[in-house]
């Protein structure tokens, strides 16, 4: 194995250490923040799929992480836990069938229109929630009782304890990132890669270009549609909001400021802008200027996103000639 | 007669106004190799384009083994055994050229849905991108990045690309493009060793090269075929001689 | 592994780090003689950010009056910025209640966050004062002992309106409102006044929030030729609708009606559009209350600008919250004594003084105003002393 | 719907249309002729709004308000194209998408700081300020009528601009094809700098002859913003004739979706986008 890789795993296992440490020392509010910066990271890691490793970036990714709420809630039972089993896949399914009908209109485009095109798309689904009485409208809607597991008579899981969700949402943020990686070495992840790189010289090596793009569409969208349903659980309240186009651009931005086509990237990107976002907001009342200045300078200053900030630093420290 | 791979009939090509391509027909048969000779603008990409499916075609049919294949797409054109190669180096320049030829071996056999597989993983692929890359002459290129090889060896690796898609049809579009006189030898080798087994349509701007290999030469003037037989027929033609030997001559590059 | 690094340093560090991270949150300060932690959920950016700022300015207002103290106590205010976005609602409540551990909530504006805050307020039995949104459902379902308003049901305003309209003789009325619960519950609370006492309202329209593309309806309502109309809009769109209105020359053929919010905080931009219209609110510009009076004075002086309904919501929750206190002597773990006193005050307020109902409603009086200069004048009381039904509260 | 109402109603559509079109225009040129996604557009819209109120109450004069605004946000738009678009050409969209992204931030963020958060109105010109009769009970604002009229006029205006005149060339040769242009010895970079700033201007103008009718509050460029997408998908690459088209059809599809299906009002022009898609995944008209 080389050491690079070695490194990279080493890493990462010392990651998953601390997250599974931090709730026997965390405070309820932090363990809660840390388990949205999770849901947050999977989300952003299913777009990296798309815009890091496919070359298509979708500024509607935000449609299938709402679609997948809001299926939590339709088809939970009122005042009764909802069966995780049932829940889950219903929930994914649901995101990742929206995405493979949204994705045969936007795939037909290419570059800046499909940027434009996936935008219109999340924003027409918006509405449905938005302006059709199906979730509640515009006030959104509540899930009143946490889905559960349960086998018989015995409660193996149960997601309204903080600390069980917890868990689960690191189980799913492991299982969502080897699923990645597998993905990513397959047949199917090679071929995504060519897309990317030269769309056209694929379709001329007979590779049915479109059907693998919604092959990777609909797998972004039902992994978005797994940071959904965990987000839908976390809060329990669903509303049109979490699917507008602010949070499009927000899953975005935290793929490019860790650095896309890395997938520690994107969840480096998930966590530095929630922790962003709460030390700026308890600044000043004026916040979103911090944020949006914020994301001018990365943009400008940062092109490869903060996972290249070491190698930046490094390469300013010890200078351009010297290896290091 | 050798057996007859691929016909156009009477192929056009409108852009606005003009006719790139004008009523052209040819025939491609499994051994022969076919040059289409013909002055900038002559349409000879364009054919290339329409054949392979890149454009559809305003009016005409592209006969596959007797089936139309007129409204296909590129890609099923390529699965069904017409591979192509571009004029201007069309790679995947990240990958090494050995992934080039893998990834281009894959698309016969897409294995798709087999996600939890690793694409390394399979000989097959391996060995028909490493066979592809010994016959381009690429073989001791195998593990360098695309991007850092020379554009000699970039035009063999677009050669070796097709071939791991083992094609019965080769359109190749200047594949002598800007090499330098060695690996234009090397290249035309390649071509001699090809031709036996596949149909090959070669668009071609190097005259010597041409009649060195071709079995059939087409040219072509303004979107029009203006002659076509074997070399020695093209090489005493009058015509042709008035109209591209002799003014052909100042643009060439 | 070939790197300089055992598993006890490993176990080591990993401990720091986790316990580096957690320790912002550790309650390390002691449970006697504390500060009460106030903590404001309110519109700081974004459309109600004026709502979100004089709300705070009254409720800041009220404690400055009182010596920089609430029920004797001196107090420390956490700030969360609610963007009016429901979507972050239970996460920025959380923030407030889990983080930094406040006594008591104070916000906000949005009906949808308030509702999600009220969620997480019975979730964590966390003190909430709702110092502005309408929904009928916070002091209807979703009632329980430590949620509060200060402000009004939707309901209310638009009850009274409904009478109103029918004793000016109108007997068919065309509705329009944004599609969402406030709007909705507005219409609602309107119609079942209006038809009990005989009216007929012939037409509702909704129309998607925030849209304000209003020339088709108000082309149906002319085509409809209705007694009357009554309205449910806010903020911008309330401004373009009175102003739509009135250029569509509607003013003068067909009397506008609504809540009050149509022209509250709005007049300025309104301009001469809005004269003469007559709302109904638990609030008018000019009331003769001593409270009001001085309330007005000392609010001017404090902030440089008049108040206007929402900075006296803002000033009754901490009044409310007050009462509370000094009836347990500012120990806030009493708590079945504070909510028996917040329940058991009567609020002394700009508005004339007000009594809860069961439910934790307001039972206000609603007056009808009429639109002079830039103000809300007085006409009339439009009803007495009402109180939210309160419906669906088990409480 | 009587046949008269039915007129009413198709008036209000294709001024709505009007409208929509002047917003979107600025959008749809920047993104045809640069290939930038400018997500600030709605942005330049609501500045040109607080800027009709800001200088309408400091000149007491509208008309003065729009020509001061117009010269400032064209200034504006200039030095953004230099000091930030100017520097992206090179780099992939998605990095012009950010960057637009968190100026919509800071551009909120700053008009909070200056003017404040509250609903501001804007007088009508005295001159326009009448109505005209329509039916017994409805009459028609001259404004809205005046504002159309200045649409068409834009509208008209642009093709001039784009067809007729030098410039108008060279921005269609740059948008083919930016290299080529640059060889020709064109300046290029002074061309986008201009286009851009064109861009910036009709936004605030739209905003500017708006705010009278539409009055001006935060986050209302926001609303305008998707709605001005949606335009250009549907009108399609950078087509100003597409814009013109789409934000008619929208118009007609909102006006009588609001009316005949009011429950799903907020859909019909998204069915609509969806129906055209279907048809031509790349918008009705392609190119300038």
């Not at chain 3, 598993?7 to 003689?33: D, E």
């Not at chain 3, 309901?155 to 109108?170: L, T």
Request: glycine share 10%.
């Amino acid at each position: 194995m080389p050491a690079a890789v070695k490194k990279r795993r080493n890493a990462l296992l010392l990651i998953l250490f601390v997250l599974a440490l931090f709730p026997l020392f965390g405070s309820a509010y932090y363990n809660e923040l840390l388990a949205k910066i999770m849901i947050m990271a999977i989300f952003a890691m299913s777009l990296d799929l798309l815009v890091g490793f496919t070359g298509l970036v979708s500024f509607g990714h935000a449609a299938f992480f709402g679609v997948a709420a809001y299926a939590v809630v339709l088809v939970s039972p009122k005042y009764d836990p909802g069966n995780l089993l049932v829940v889950l896949p219903a929930a994914i399914f649901s995101a990742a069938a929206v995405a493979f009908v949204v994705g045969l209109f936007v795939l037909r485009t290419k570059g800046i229109y499909f940027i434009m095109v996936t935008l219109a798309f999340a924003q027409m689904i918006y509405f449905v929630f938005h302006d059709s009485p199906l979730g509640g409208g515009s006030d959104g809607v509540f899930l009143n009782v946490k889905p559960e597991l349960r086998i018989g008579e015995t409660l193996l899981l149960d997601l309204g304890s903080p600390s069980q969700f917890y868990y689960l949402v690191l189980l799913f943020l492991v299982v969502a990132y080897v699923f990645l990686r597998v993905l990513l070495r397959s047949p199917l992840g090679h071929a995504l890669a060519g897309i990317k790189s030269n769309e056209h010289r694929m379709l001329s090596l007979g590779f049915p270009v479109f059907l693998y793009k919604l092959a990777g569409f609909v797998a972004a969208g039902g992994l978005a549609g797994l940071a959904g349903f965990l987000s839908a659980c976390q809060f329990g309240f669903v509303t049109p909001e979490i699917l507008s186009w602010h949070q499009s651009g927000n899953v975005l931005l935290m793929v490019i400021l860790g650095g896309m086509g890395t997938l520690n990237g994107a969840a480096i990107g998930a966590f530095a802008f929630v922790v962003l976002q709460e030390v700026f907001s308890s600044v000043t009342k004026h916040w979103q200027f911090l944020m949006g200045g914020m994301i001018v300078l990365v943009v400008m200053l940062l092109p490869g996103g903060l996972s290249s900030l070491p190698r930046r630093l490094r390469g300013l420290l010890i200078g351009g000639g010297t290896h290091g | 007669m050798a057996e007859l791979v691929l016909t156009a009939k009477g192929l056009s090509r409108r852009f606005g106004g003009l006719f790139a391509n004008k009523d052209v027909s040819l025939d491609l048969h499994r051994g022969v190799l076919h040059a289409v000779l013909g002055p900038n603008g002559a349409g000879k990409s364009t054919l290339i384009n329409l054949l392979s499916g890149d454009l559809p075609p305003t009016n005409g049919q592209i006969l596959y083994r007797d089936q139309d294949i007129s409204g296909w797409s590129p890609d099923k054109r390529s699965r069904a055994g017409i591979g192509r190669s571009y004029q201007r180096t069309n790679i995947f320049p990240a990958f090494t050229a050995f992934e080039n030829c893998r990834l281009a071996a894959q698309s016969r056999a897409p294995r798709a849905l087999r996600i939890l597989s690793k694409a390394q993983g399979y000989a097959d692929l391996a060995e028909a991108a490493d066979r592809a890359l010994e016959q381009a002459g690429l073989a001791e290129r195998r593990d360098m990045v695309a991007s850092t090889l020379s554009h000699g060896e970039q035009r063999q690796l677009e050669i070796a690309m097709v071939l791991a898609t083992r094609p019965s049809v080769l359109l190749l579009d200047e594949p002598l493009a800007g090499m330098g006189s060695e690996e234009s030898q090397a290249m035309v080798a390649l071509l001699q060793k090809l031709s036996p087994d596949h149909a090959i349509l070669l668009v071609e701007h190097d005259m010597d090269a041409v009649f060195a290999v071709a079995d059939v030469i087409t040219v072509m003037v303004a979107g029009q075929v203006l002659e076509s037989g074997p070399p020695e027929q093209i090489r005493a033609s009058i015509a042709v001689q008035e109209a591209y030997l002799g003014g052909g001559e100042s643009d060439n590059e | 592994m070939d790197q300089g690094f055992n598993r006890r340093q490993f176990l080591l560090s990993t401990a720091g780090v986790a316990a580096g991270l957690a320790l912002p949150a550790s309650p390390l300060f002691a449970q006697s003689n504390r500060k009460i932690r106030i903590g404001l959920m309110l519109p700081y950016t974004g459309t109600y950010a004026s709502l979100g700022n004089a709300i705070t300015n009254g409720f800041k207002l009220a404690v400055e009056e009182s010596g920089g103290k609430l029920g004797g106590m001196d107090i420390e205010y956490f700030t969360v910025d609610d963007e009016s976005d429901p979507a972050k609602a239970p996460e920025n409540a959380n923030k407030l209640v889990k983080r930094d551990k406040v006594d008591v909530l104070i916000g906000t504006v949005h009906s949808g966050v308030a509702l999600a805050m009220a969620r997480v307020a019975r979730e964590t039995n966390t003190l909430l004062i709702v110092p502005n949104a309408g929904a009928d459902e916070i002091t209807g379902p979703l009632c329980a002992p430590n949620i509060f308003r200060t402000s009004f049901s939707s309901w209310q305003p638009s009850y009274a309106m409904g009478n109103v309209m029918a004793e000016r003789k109108h007997k068919t009325v065309v509705t329009l409102s944004w599609k969402y619960a406030f709007g909705e519950q507005s219409v609602a609370g309107f119609k079942e006044a209006f038809e009990k006492a005989g009216g007929k309202v012939v037409k509702e329209m909704y129309l998607p929030f925030p849209n304000v593309e209003f020339q088709p309806y108000l082309t149906e309502i002319a085509a409809l030729k209705p007694d009357a109309v009554f309205v449910f809009f806010s903020g911008g769109g309330a401004v373009k609708f009175v102003k739509d209105y009135a250029t569509a020359g509607l003013r003068t053929s067909i009397p506008l009606y609504g809540p009050g919010f149509l022209t509250d905080g709005t007049l300025e931009a309104q301009g001469e559009a809005a004269e003469g219209l007559l709302t109904t609110l638990h609030y008018a510009d000019n009331l003769d209350f001593p409270k009001s009076k001085s309330f007005k004075a000392a609010y001017f002086k404090a902030f440089k600008v008049q108040p206007d309904v929402f900075a006296v919501q803002g000033y009754d929750a901490a009044q409310l919250f007050g009462a509370g206190l000094a009836g347990v002597k500012g120990d806030v773990g009493k708590r079945a004594e504070l909510i028996k006193a917040m329940e058991s005050a009567t609020i002394d307020s700009p508005r004339g003084a007000f009594t809860l109902s069961k439910a934790h409603n307001p039972v206000q009086d609603i007056y009808l105003r009429k639109v002079e200069g830039k103000e809300n004048k007085l006409v009339s009381v439009a009803a007495k002393a009402l109180a939210d039904p309160a419906r669906g509260c088990r409480m | 719907m009587d046949f008269s109402t039915f007129l009413i109603q198709l008036l209000n559509a294709l001024q709505y249309g009007l409208l929509l079109f002047l917003v979107a225009s600025g959008l749809t040129l920047v993104f045809g002729i640069m290939g930038i996604i400018n997500l600030a557009h709605g942005s330049f819209y609501m500045m040109g709004a607080y800027m009709a109120f800001s200088l309408t109450s400091l000149t007491g004069n509208l008309l003065i308000a729009v020509v001061l605004g117009v010269a400032l946000s064209a200034l504006i738009g200039f030095l953004l194209e230099w000091g930030l678009f100017s520097r992206l050409y090179k780099r992939d969209h998605l990095d012009q998408v950010l960057l637009t992204y968190g100026l919509i931030l800071m551009f909120e963020e700053t008009r909070s700081l200056i003017v404040g958060d509250d609903v501001h109105g804007v007088p009508i010109p005295e001159l326009l300020s009448a109505s005209i009769q329509l039916s017994e009970t409805l009459s028609y604002p001259v404004y809205r009528l005046f504002m159309s009229a200045v649409c068409i006029a834009l509208a008209i205006g642009m093709y001039w601009l784009i067809r007729r005149t030098r410039l108008g060339m060279m921005i269609r040769a740059g948008s083919s094809n930016r290299e080529m242009v640059q060889a020709l010895g064109i300046n290029i970079d002074l061309i986008y700098r201009l286009v851009f700033a064109l861009g910036v201007t009709l936004a605030a103008f739209a905003g500017m002859l708006a705010a009278p009718v539409s009055s001006v509050y935060p986050g209302m460029g926001n609303q305008v913003l998707i709605i001005c997408f949606v335009v250009v998908v549907i009108g399609g690459v950078g087509s100003v004739w597409g814009a013109l088209v789409a934000a008619l059809l929208i118009g007609l599809a909102d006006t009588f979706g609001k009316v005949i299906i009011p429950d799903y009002a907020g859909l019909t022009v998204y069915i609509l986008m969806a129906a055209v898609l279907l048809w031509r995944p790349e918008g009705i008209f392609r190119r300038i």
